[in-house]
């Protein structure tokens, strides 16, 4: 298999691609890009794995931050609208204390999503199809 997948390459090089060049920097984002997709599906189980328990934008932004996930570090809102967005979708429920403060936790259309990106090891089409999934599987 290899050796055909190698075989095809050349070919390609020979005939279709061989104007074609990607400079260094254009492979770079590239791959940002795809590193970008794949984080936000991951960032998305983690999330809901998370939120097993209540937890406030303020705790799971620092849980995220502790799996590694740095997509926070200059858009500090961006947890807020990413949970605003599931909350809409019945996907985490929210409830607020006697001291104002907003905790977060996961609904039963959550738990089913976050069974369906783990079986798929955190990467999927996309958040948007990812949630619309739900809908359609409920």
Do not use: C, P
């Amino acid at each position: 298999m290899e050796k055909r997948l190698k075989n095809l390459q050349a070919g390609l090089k020979k005939t279709y691609f061989n104007h074609l060049s990607f400079t260094a920097e254009h492979r770079k984002e590239i791959m940002k890009k795809i590193q970008i997709k794949n984080k936000e599906e991951e960032i998305l189980l983690a999330a809901l794995q998370l939120l097993h328990t209540r937890k406030t934008g303020f705790e799971l932004t620092e849980l995220l931050r502790a799996r590694g996930f740095q997509k926070f570090e200059n858009q500090e809102g961006f947890i807020y609208t990413f949970l605003h967005r599931l909350e809409q979708r019945n996907i985490i429920a929210s409830e607020w204390d006697n001291n104002k403060v907003k905790y977060y936790h996961i609904d039963r259309k959550g738990k089913k999503l976050e069974k369906k990106l783990a079986a798929e090891g955190g990467r999927s089409k996309n958040i948007r199809e990812l949630i619309d999934w739900v809908y359609v599987n409920e």
